[in-house]
């Protein structure tokens, strides 16, 4: 369709999200003002009565989803907005714990594309779009997953009652920096004077504690105001306040879920500990770490069999040395693990395959067809540039690489595929096919 050529309220949710694509000069197009404006004009800046935000270069998903599970299992309506999709774009929005149809998101769009006074970037019309939905539905609390950064991220625009950092490490950083303090700076910039905020890395970088002090938030740091531990396969936490000890082992990372405990502490009401029990129990997420079933598999017949298949969306070093310990843990003696992987052109290749050298044996290198996607041959020559002595192929398609991989595994071997949310989701779809 002509680039210019403005949908309708009719139009498909396909059409939509076509055009967003297309609507502004910059795919990210890093500032507050223009989405603040258009925000402001659709009176969009306060989308429910209590708001959390969540930043962090990995573990924001996994935060937010436990998050969710326990409020709306303490009978809170709850919204969250979360990115990127894995395959479908209704995933970005859940409203008590359900995706919408596309006719609602495509009703928002119209109404916002309508009243808008600034050309926005997909993100930003994404982001209008889920607090145009949240505010439809009339919610208690919702929870906002940062985009990319923090400061100016257009989830920014909202002040949030609770803030979260989950995590820092070194990611793109064309646009946050290239160490941690400028990172932490940018993710810091979700604070609010005098609301609470929670801290999940370990390791945090002065530049947050810095802005914290200054805006007197009331800071809650991991190991010193609170912690946790595994033992006897039960998950422990505590702080000076309250404990919870022998919970079950969480469904997502460890840290996430010690964060996410911390946040709950933070709020203006009690939820009770069974509940909390329950949601540790329940919580879990697409796409990390996530092992598939046989019933995934149903529909493809040439799969032979092979002993584990996991799907991972980590796409950056922190992630990959988590994917690395994991499988560590997993992988016996006599097992082989064969990767299918990808990543986008701008992320640090060296770095997410270098936890992983003396743990996968064969690697199936495939293209992306997507904004900032690199082809397979590309994926393949920066791998054996790394890695020298690894056993590597290239594909044009997530695809071709994973018939050829799992015609050639056997019974006893892994099957990991991982390395973007684009790789996932596209062996996600060619299942579906």
């Given at each position: 369709?002509?680039?210019?050529?403005?949908?309708k309220?009719?139009?498909?949710?396909?059409?939509w999200?076509?055009?967003?694509?297309?609507?502004h000069?910059?795919?990210?197009?890093?500032?507050l003002?223009?989405?603040?404006?258009?925000?402001?004009?659709?009176?969009?800046?306060?989308?429910?009565?209590?708001?959390?935000?969540?930043?962090g270069?990995?573990?924001k998903?996994?935060?937010?989803?436990?998050?969710?599970?326990?409020?709306?299992?303490?009978?809170?309506?709850?919204?969250?907005?979360?990115?990127?999709?894995?395959?479908?774009?209704?995933?970005?929005?859940?409203?008590?714990?359900?995706?919408?149809?596309?006719?609602?998101?495509?009703?928002?769009?119209a109404?916002?594309?309508?009243?808008?006074?600034?050309?926005?970037?997909?993100?930003?019309?994404?982001?209008?779009?889920?607090?145009?939905?949240?505010?439809?539905?009339?919610?208690?609390?919702?929870?906002?997953?940062?985009?990319?950064?923090?400061?100016?991220?257009?989830?920014?625009?909202?002040?949030?009652?609770?803030?979260?950092?989950?995590?820092?490490?070194?990611?793109?950083?064309?646009?946050l920096?290239?160490?941690r303090?400028?990172?932490?700076?940018?993710k810091?910039?979700?604070?609010?004077?005098?609301?609470?905020?929670?801290?999940?890395?370990?390791?945090?970088p002065?530049?947050?504690k810095?802005?914290?002090?200054?805006?007197?938030?009331?800071?809650?740091?991991?190991d010193?105001d609170?912690?946790?531990?595994?033992?006897?396969?039960?998950?422990?936490?505590?702080?000076?306040?309250k404990?919870?000890?022998?919970?079950?082992?969480?469904?997502?990372?460890?840290?996430?879920?010690?964060?996410?405990?911390?946040?709950?502490?933070?709020?203006?009401?009690?939820?009770?500990e069974?509940?909390?029990?329950?949601?540790?129990?329940?919580?879990?997420?697409?796409?990390?770490?996530?092992?598939?079933?046989?019933?995934?598999?149903?529909?493809?017949?040439?799969?032979?069999?092979?002993?584990?298949?996991?799907i991972?969306?980590?796409?950056?070093?922190?992630?990959?040395?988590?994917?690395?310990?994991?499988?560590?843990?997993?992988?016996?003696?006599?097992?082989?693990?064969?990767?299918?992987f990808s990543?986008?052109?701008?992320?640090?290749?060296?770095?997410?395959?270098?936890?992983?050298?003396?743990?996968?044996?064969?690697?199936?290198c495939?293209?992306?067809?997507?904004?900032?996607?690199?082809?397979?041959?590309?994926?393949?020559?920066?791998?054996?540039?790394?890695?020298?002595?690894?056993?590597?192929?290239?594909?044009?398609?997530?695809?071709?690489?994973?018939?050829?991989?799992?015609?050639?595994?056997?019974?006893?071997?892994i099957?990991?595929?991982?390395g973007?949310?684009?790789t996932?989701?596209?062996?996600?779809?060619?299942?579906?096919?």
């Open positions: 369709m002509n680039r210019l050529m403005t949908p309220a009719t139009d498909s949710l396909e059409t999200l076509s055009y967003l694509e297309q609507a000069t910059k795919a990210i197009d890093m500032g003002e223009r989405i603040t404006t258009v925000a402001k004009e659709l009176d969009l800046l306060n989308p429910a009565p209590y708001v959390i935000t969540v930043a270069t990995n573990g998903g996994s935060t937010c989803r436990l998050l969710e599970v326990t409020l709306l299992k303490a009978g809170f309506r709850v919204g969250v907005y979360s990115s990127p999709h894995l395959i479908h774009y209704n995933e970005r929005v859940r409203i008590n714990g359900e995706v919408l149809v596309d006719d609602d998101h495509v009703r928002a769009f109404k916002i594309n309508e009243k808008k006074t600034a050309s926005l970037t997909y993100f930003e019309f994404s982001t209008l779009s889920a607090f145009e939905l949240f505010k439809q539905h009339k919610l208690d609390i919702v929870i906002l997953e940062v985009g990319l950064g923090g400061r100016l991220d257009a989830t920014n625009i909202v002040d949030p009652n609770l803030a979260i950092i989950t995590s820092i490490d070194i990611d793109h950083v064309t646009f920096g290239d160490n303090e400028d990172i932490g700076r940018e810091a910039g979700i604070f609010r004077e005098n609301i609470p905020v929670i801290i999940g890395e370990p390791d945090c002065n530049s947050i810095e802005i914290a002090k200054s805006l007197s938030c009331h800071a809650f740091y991991r010193k609170w912690q946790f531990d595994i033992k006897n396969n039960l998950f422990h936490w505590t702080s000076k306040e404990s919870f000890k022998d919970l079950p082992l969480p469904l997502i990372p460890i840290p996430n879920a010690g964060t996410a405990l911390a946040a709950l502490m933070q709020l203006p009401f009690e939820i009770d069974q509940i909390i029990r329950e949601a540790v129990l329940e919580a879990q997420m697409t796409g990390r770490f996530q092992m598939l079933t046989d019933k995934d598999f149903e529909k493809f017949s040439g799969r032979k069999p092979v002993a584990k298949v996991i991972d969306v980590g796409h950056n070093p922190h992630a990959a040395r988590y994917l690395a310990d994991k499988l560590a843990e997993l992988k016996q003696a006599n097992q082989k693990i064969h990767a299918v990543a986008l052109e701008d992320k640090d290749l060296s770095g997410i395959v270098e936890p992983l050298e003396h743990l996968i044996d064969e690697w199936y495939a293209s992306l067809d997507c904004w900032r996607g690199q082809s397979g041959e590309a994926v393949l020559s920066k791998l054996v540039n790394v890695l020298p002595n690894s056993i590597a192929f290239s594909y044009e398609t997530v695809g071709q690489a994973s018939l050829a991989l799992f015609k050639k595994a056997t019974a006893q071997d099957v990991l595929v991982f973007s949310f684009h996932v989701a596209d062996f996600m779809l060619w299942l579906e096919k």
